[in-house]
């Protein structure tokens, strides 16, 4: 009876592989993920204290068998206090090596002779050129009051640089039509219907013919700014932004704000909006 069931189990294994049935496939391997990069002396110095939090906790785990896997989830919250370490000292790193560069741009413009006044005033405009180049997100809060800083003049001379770079971004050009091709629209319509209530009560002999000139002058802005940003809109693939985009919506809300008697809306206050405002000005 033994040798009977050996010989039923033998035939049970080796059925698959007479059948022509391929023998089943070990699970593959997950992925393995990349690496960190290895963190170099100076990053390891300027966030010391998050580091050795962090290798005392992973220590500590360890010490208590808890898995590699475990350990990395009880420190989520401590590896991204490090992470934001390293990006802040990796961005003002970054601002260091950038003032180092414009340095040596400042001796190629002005050369190592010239006066302490030419080299104030070469040194201020690289740097409006570099600060006013680069998105403010990525802008240390030093750059920024940098880039604030200065005379009535300075202001208005950094305006005017940044009003060049954005003219040259299409991002930027994109939401500027997008939203005063919002505006304008609605402004068309609502001055079509004044235009005609008041050219209909002239009619009638108690209209104000002066009123109706204007009216129609304004109706004709409308119309060129519809007009310019329809034509604007052809070199973006999909064209316009639609109006009930958010950010579209707010600056348009904001244009209303700015060329109409309306109730100031502190949205209309951030530097962005404020960028685009200065740009239509």
Known sequence: MGKLLALVAALAVAAPLRSGAAPPKAAAPAAAKAPPRPLSDLEKEACAAELEVLEKRGKFFQAQGVSPTEIAHRNELTQATLEECLAGYRLKRAAELEKLADMKELDRRVGPDASEAVRTEAWTQI?????????????????????????????????????????????????????????????????????????????????DRQKVYALQN???????????????????????????????????????????DRPADSACDSEEIQQYIRFIK
């Not at 202001?155 to 940044?162: D, P, Y």
């Not at 954005?166 to 997008?178: E, I, L, N, Y």
């Not at 700014?225 to 904001?254: D, N």
């Open 218 to 260: 304004q109706l004709k802005q409308s119309d060129d700014v519809l007009a310019r940003s329809r034509e604007a809109s052809k070199q973006w693939k999909g064209g316009l932004r639609k109006c009930t985009e958010e950010q579209v919506a707010i600056f348009t809300r904001c244009l209303a704000v700015q060329f109409e």
């Open 127 to 207: 740097r409006r050129e570099r600060l006013a180049g680069k998105p403010r997100s990525r802008l240390t809060p030093e750059e920024k009051a940098e880039l604030a800083a200065g005379t009535k003049a300075e202001v208005a001379e950094t305006h005017a640089t940044l009003d060049t770079h954005h003219a040259k971004d299409a991002a930027f050009m994109r939401m500027v039509h997008s939203a005063l091709a919002c505006y304008h629209g609605v402004r068309r319509d609502r001055l079509k219907d004044q235009l005609s209530a008041e050219q209909a009560r002239l009619k009638h002999g108690d209209g």
